[in-house]
């Protein structure tokens, strides 16, 4: 009924209208931009992002000679719907080169990095005083919405924007790769980043924390093409159709089909390997974000594992830290003792904080940084365990600690 209101009375005023002199008149509970727009937006912000964090990185290479720099950096990303919504609710139909400006008007009001030298007098052993320089860097960061909400307010747009947020853009061409929703369980988004060597790459799909041996499904319906693998995916399948739709899987360690093969939407093709699942998606060869054209399989619930419609616990979780990671993630650990706790800092660049430094993971290829993630990102990455299989080391993760519904 709501929505049914939103969008009659839509037909009489319009944020584009309002902002423009545009004749729109017109409501749906989609993202009205074309695919390639919507995708050019968000890229662009991620771009920005990774700019930023690039530059915080390389501070002490392009400020030497300071005998101390002190860090309080804010956490960088962003809510790639909240920012669709909020695109979408103010242009309707835009292109990205008409609101590009508005783009990095936006980024600026969000993030504010601000870089003081000061000069400190100490003392040495004898009593004699000398000048200490010292480089404070404070990146501040707003959330989206304290920028965007009163602006959408103003220009009366609000109403749009809560219905694209509900409806995610209503944008999903594509199928749920699980059987359940995936929102918490993304751990690399799409766009610009940067990788462990440091440099600007762009990530063209997202990346899942999930547990192993979950089953993954076909997002559409086509002809299996390829199943391979190689030093970047890993184990990979790609799906392809005659409408241009294609997919790619990677991450998996039990394949179920072959190459040849026709698959339906929703059909089991392969289960999760031991490391991130990867998944990309294009139309007609261009790339597509999985946020805005995947189904996300929310239904406002987000199943947990152990629930109902949630992921299944094992029966046997497997050997606790007997493989070396406890000693590998002990000496990666030794290294950095002796760093200051830096809110927001996820690496010695920046120095580190709770959160950013236990998302640093052993592997038998070394120890490598997982990027950044919450509690329930660090969560999607344990193995549940049933409470008769709980042995001392095993982590606990507690609901309700605050005002979520999540761990």
Known sequence: VGVLFIL???LFSSCSAMLSGAGTSTFAAAYTANDGEINAADLYYTELETNLQYTINHIEETYSNYDEYRYNIGEIGHNPYKLMAYLSAMYDFFTFEDIKNDIEELFHKQYKLQIIPKTEIRYDSDG??????????????????????????QYDCKYKYD???ETYGNRQNFGNPFSFSWLSYVSGQYGY???EQGEKELHRGIDFAIPQDTSIFAIHTGIVTEVSSNSVLGNYIVIEDDKGYKSIY????????TVGKEVKKGEEIALIGNISFHLEVT??????????????????????????GGIVIPDYPGNAMGDGSFQGLLTEAEKYLGYPYVWGGSNPNTSFDCSGFICWVYTQ????NLLRTTAQGIYNQCTP?????????????????YDSVNP
């Open 283 to 308: 139309h007609q060869g261009q790339y597509l974000n999985p946020m805005y054209f995947v189904d996300n399989g929310d239904d406002g619930k987000g199943a947990l594992p152990g629930t109902e």
């Open 8 to 10: 009659s009375s839509s």
């Open 163 to 165: 219905v694209y947020m």
């Open 365 to 368: 290829s070394g120890v490598h």
């Open 250 to 257: 990677a991450g998996w360690q039990r394949c179920h089909v």
């Open 193 to 195: 980043r940067l990788n």
């Open 128 to 153: 004699n005083t000398y000048d200490w320089h010292v480089l404070e860097v404070t990146l501040a960061v707003k959330p989206m919405e304290q920028t965007t909400i009163p602006l959408l307010n």
């Open 385 to 401: 365990v049933s409470e008769e299989n709980a042995k001392p080391g095993d982590l606990i993760f507690f609901t309700g600690t």
